[in-house]
C-alpha cells in the first residue's frame, strides 16, 4: 500500500513538472502582440506635408529664395513626417533637417490648448537678461534619435526621425503649433527650416494655413502667434529692447512686409476646412 501511495505521489509531481514546462514552452513560443507606433492620426501626413512646403516655397517670401525642411510632431513630441522641397535631400541644408525637427517641438512644447506661441515669440524672452534665458539649452536634441541613418531616407515617409522623440529648443522664426480646425484641438506641432529665419516663420505660416490646422485661440501677436519684428538693440544703451516682449530680429525688408500682412493675406481659422 505504501509503495502504491508513493507511485500516486510521484505521479502527481511529474504531472505538475510537465504542466509548467508546457506553460512555460508557451510562453516562450507564442508571438508578442505588434510594437505600435506613436499616433499620428491627427497631424498631417508625408504626402500632405510635402504638397503644402512644395506649394508655399513657390510663392514670394522673402529671404533667399532656398529649398526648405519641415517637420511635423504630436502632441507627445514624437516626430510623424519630415520633407523637403528639393529634388535630393542635399538641395536644401542638410542642417536644417534636425532645426526644423527642433522648431516643431519647440512649439508644440510651449503651447497649450488655449494659447499658442510660435518659436519666433520666444527669441526675446530668451537673451541674456530676459525671462525665459537659458530656456534654449533645456531639453537638448537626442543626436542618436537625430543622426540616426539611412541617410538615404531623410526626408522620405520612413526617415528615421519618424516615431522618435528629437527634443530639442529653437527660439527663431519656423515653428507653429497645429490645431485641428473645426475641433479646435492642439493636435501637435510644425516646424520649417532653410533659409532666414524670417522666411522659415512665413513659410511655416503658410503651410499650416494650407494644411488648415491654424485655428489658433490666442497669442502674443494681437491674439495669435505670428512674428512680431518689434526687437532692436538700442545705439545708446546697446540694451536689447522688445516692447512686446515676444519680439524677435527683422530679416530682409520683403520678409518685414510679409510678416506683417500674414494675418489678412492667411487668416487664422475654420477656413473651407472639413476637420
Known sequence: ?????MNKHFAAKI??????????LLAQTTTPPPVTGPDCTDVPNHADLKAALITAQKQKNGGLGFNMWATVVNRDGYVCAVAFTGTARGDQWPG??????????????FSVPGFALSTANLYAATQNGGSL???????????TAAYAGPAADYGQEKDPLVGKQVGGVNVFG????????????????????????CTDHIIAWKVRDLLNYDNVPGGVAAGSD????????????????????????????????????LPGSYPLGPVNSNQ
Open 15 to 24: 504531472a505538475v513538472f510537465l504542466s509548467l514546462a508546457s506553460t512555460s
Open 174 to 197: 519656423g515653428g507653429l503649433a497645429l490645431y485641428k480646425q473645426t475641433s479646435k484641438k492642439l493636435v501637435g506641432g510644425l516646424g520649417v527650416s532653410g533659409d532666414t529665419s
Open 133 to 143: 534665458f537659458g530656456l534654449q539649452l533645456s531639453n537638448p536634441v537626442d543626436t
Open 96 to 109: 536644417s533637417r534636425v532645426i526644423s525637427a527642433q522648431k516643431a517641438n519647440t512649439a508644440n512644447a
Open 226 to 261: 505670428n512674428m512680431i519684428n518689434d526687437y532692436f538693440v538700442d545705439r545708446g544703451t546697446s540694451q536689447q529692447i522688445s516692447p512686446s516682449g515676444y519680439g524677435h530680429p527683422t530679416c530682409d525688408t520683403a520678409a518685414t512686409g510679409i510678416t506683417a500682412g
Open 1 to 5: 500500500m505504501k509503495i502504491k501511495s
